[in-house]
């Protein structure tokens, strides 16, 4: 009986992460697949027809917002990584006893909504906004100086919304590396930066690489901030798949956008995966 025990036990344990992959994973990924291959309309309802052609006409009419998509999301991801490095590496080699509180600041903004934090973002950037305003009352802006609908405002959005996304992982990478590896550095001459270089980089990377995983694919996948912040011409993939579900009611496509979006993801993340090396990435997480 105890035998029996011992063999099930790890099945058991497992059981539970299964059943919710199956449940909220497994069956919501065939559940879309099979209507991205379904015809017919809300009135008379899909009927499952295999019509895989639904994928060119999709990608055909929509290459540019997926173009568009991946662009952003490459953009925003790498100023994330600039802006989230220096402050993961000062709060974690300069922080001392204050580290939780300096972290806690930095999420404290991320308790308010994801919807209403970019809507105020709309309030400020607007042109009769106190931020744009008072420049252009001061002639410091042209009078027709937007911000507003404009790519850099849909990028800026995306950036302060995914921030901590990309801080956290990067700031407990820096803080496991043991401060006498760098200590030995310097007392084999190594300078400041060579240091950082060498040592520091190199035992960061797996922050990095779980920061990008983290903030890359939601980023590209995002529709509020383009929504609220941009215009016609910074339509986001997933204003369009948004907008096929719950507004045209076109599940098919819908389906078969959402599907593209996934793969071209997937491609990426293993390129991305390949090309920094995961067997290296892993034995630094797991020093």
């Known amino acids: 009986m105890g035998r029996v025990k011992r063999t099930l036990a790890p099945y058991l344990l497992v059981l539970p992460g299964g059943l919710w992959l199956l449940m909220f994973f497994a069956v919501p990924m065939a559940t879309m697949l099979s209507l991205s291959l379904q015809e017919g309309d809300i009135v008379n309802g899909y ?5 895989w052609q639904t994928y060119v006409e999709a990608i055909s ?10 662009v952003y999301g490459v953009i925003a991801t790498i100023i994330l990584i600039v802006l989230a490095f220096p402050a993961a590496y000062w709060i974690a080699f300069y922080g001392g006893k204050r580290k939780a509180t300096y972290l806690f600041l930095l999420l404290l903004p991320f308790f308010v909504s994801f919807v209403l934090r970019t809507i105020s973002w709309r309030l400020i950037l607007t042109d009769d906004g106190f931020l744009l305003h008072p420049l252009k009352e001061a002639g410091l802006l042209p009078e027709n100086f937007h911000i507003l609908g404009t790519p850099a405002a849909v990028i800026g959005g995306l950036v302060y919304n995914f921030l901590p996304f990309m801080v956290l992982p990067i700031y407990v990478a820096l803080e496991r590396i043991d401060p006498r590896v760098v200590e030995a550095a310097r ?6 930066i060579t240091a950082f270089r060498k040592v520091i980089l190199p035992l960061a990377v797996p922050g990095v690489f779980a920061g990008v995983l983290m903030t890359f694919i939601p980023v590209s996948s ?10 016609s011409s910074t339509t986001m993939i997933g204003q369009v798949i948004q907008s096929q579900y719950l507004s045209s009611s076109n599940y098919p496509t819908a389906s078969a956008l959402s599907f593209t979006l996934m793969t071209v993801l ?19 997480a797991a020093r």
């Open 47 to 51: 009927v499952f027809t295999g019509h």
């Open 222 to 231: 995002d529709y509020v901030n383009s929504e609220v912040l941009g215009s």
């Open 266 to 284: 997937l491609i990426g993340v293993f390129a991305y995966a390949r090309a920094l090396g995961t067997e290296d990435v892993m034995k630094v």
């Open 187 to 192: 007392d084999l001459y190594a300078s400041p």
């Open 61 to 70: 009419d929509y290459q540019t917002q997926l173009i568009r998509s991946l």
